[in-house]
């Protein structure tokens, strides 16, 4: 399908989801955002499913606060790329209960992509 990802609304009919995958995003948003998005992501998923996601490595590394946000959230983590790679790539499954914070309001965003600097 073609949608933007960034609404919450295109995703209907397809969750909770066995596998979330949110690749190529994470570096090209605020940290802001991303956070809205890990928020997301968290409760998209079906008991027992999984998020993959991407975020680069460069300073300042945000991947131990997406690690954070994530498991805040009753997922755990299942593995994650070596600290020396130059990406970083995690994935963290929901073990715990959903989250019961509030989701999205009616047409909000979840991310906008920056432009290139
Ligand atoms: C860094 S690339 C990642 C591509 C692929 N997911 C990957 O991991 O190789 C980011 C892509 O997201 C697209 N994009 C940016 N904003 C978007 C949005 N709101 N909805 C859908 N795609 C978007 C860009 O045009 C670009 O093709």
Redesign the pocket.
């Known amino acids: 399908m ?6 919450p609304g ?1 995703y209907e009919g397809m969750l909770p989801a066995d596998l979330v ?1 949110v ?3 994470f ?2 948003i605020t940290d802001e955002d991303v956070e809205r998005t890990v928020d997301f992501c968290a409760r998209s998923c079906a008991p027992g499913g999984a998020v993959l996601w ?1 975020r680069h490595r460069f300073a300042p590394d945000l991947v131990p606060q997406i690690c954070t946000w994530f498991e805040e959230r009753g997922l755990t983590r299942e593995w994650l790329s070596a600290p020396e790679s130059e990406f970083g790539v995690g994935v963290h499954r929901l073990t715990g209960h959903p989250t019961e914070r509030p989701g999205p309001a009616p047409g909000e965003r979840l ?3 920056l432009e290139p600097a």
């Open positions: 073609t949608a933007d990802a960034g609404l295109a995958l690749c190529g995003v570096g090209n991407t991310f906008t992509f």
